[in-house]
């Protein structure tokens, strides 16, 4: 069956490291990957996408890599502040039957200690 | 820009109670829509899904129901509530690019 993994332990880092986060999967052709912020009672909140045929891409701090032959992505902050603490989540998109099949990890936490 | 807007933002409602909650969206037209739940200490889980009025497709059996009366409207219901059916309920729109904007959520209790 198909399967996102993320690691459900939190990653503490110091405030100013960069943090890695790792997102695994099986059984899965995706044609996007993307990465959400959710915070503690909001919903998520989307910041990054991938193509299946892109190895990188980056947004200011962030930057996102894609192994279709590893089936993971790597979501790296850089400079890491305490304001980015929060829940990350990667989601594997395909379209199925027309319309677009967003399926979601359960997530990591992040804590960035000042 | 486009808005989703959910209601109520809480609930707390006893076990074998209805349940109806709303999501509106703005700025847009004809969107796919999706209900998503999350339940303490785990993943978003696919409820249903919807491509306009009236098309409804559900990805999980269970007693919650949803539809589609308009074109930026959306609503998930239930006719008897269980205890399981406790969560943060998100209602989403699919954008562009390829990603899901969801609203602001509602928490449900079931006592």
């Known amino acids: 069956s198909q399967k996102i993994e993320q690691n459900s332990e939190a990653l503490n880092i110091q405030e100013g490291k960069t943090a890695t986060l790792t997102c695994n999967y099986t059984?899965?052709?995706?044609?996007?990957l993307q990465w959400y912020r959710q915070d503690p009672g909001r919903g998520p909140v989307f910041l990054l996408l991938?193509?299946?045929?892109?190895k990188e891409k980056r947004k200011e701090r962030l930057k996102v890599t894609f192994d279709t032959t590893l089936k993971q992505s790597l979501f790296h902050i850089t400079a890491s502040q305490p304001a980015d603490s929060a829940t990350y989540l990667c989601?594997?998109?395909?379209?199925?039957?027309?319309?677009?099949?967003?399926?979601f990890g359960t997530g990591t936490k992040l804590q960035v200690i000042p | 820009s486009q808005t989703i807007h959910q209601w109520p933002a809480t609930l707390v409602q006893p076990v074998g109670s209805p349940l109806s909650l709303e999501c509106t969206v703005e700025?847009?037209?004809?969107?796919?829509l999706y209900w998503y739940r999350q339940a303490a200490g785990r993943g978003l889980q696919l409820l249903f899904y919807?491509?306009?009025?009236?098309?409804i497709s559900s990805e999980v059996p269970q007693n919650l129901s949803a539809s589609r009366p308009q074109d930026r409207q959306f609503i998930l219901s239930s006719k008897k509530l269980l205890l399981s059916d406790s969560g943060f309920y998100l209602c989403?729109?699919?954008?562009?690019?390829?990603?899901?904007?969801f609203g602001p959520g509602t928490r449900l209790t079931v006592l």
């Open positions: 700025g847009t037209s004809n969107p796919n």
């Open positions: 059984n899965y052709s995706p044609a996007y």
């Open positions: 919807s491509v306009g009025i009236g098309q």
């Open positions: 989403a729109l699919g954008g562009d690019p390829k990603a899901q904007y």
């Open positions: 991938i193509r299946e045929n892109e």
């Open positions: 989601a594997l998109e395909r379209y199925s039957g027309g319309y677009q099949k967003v399926t």
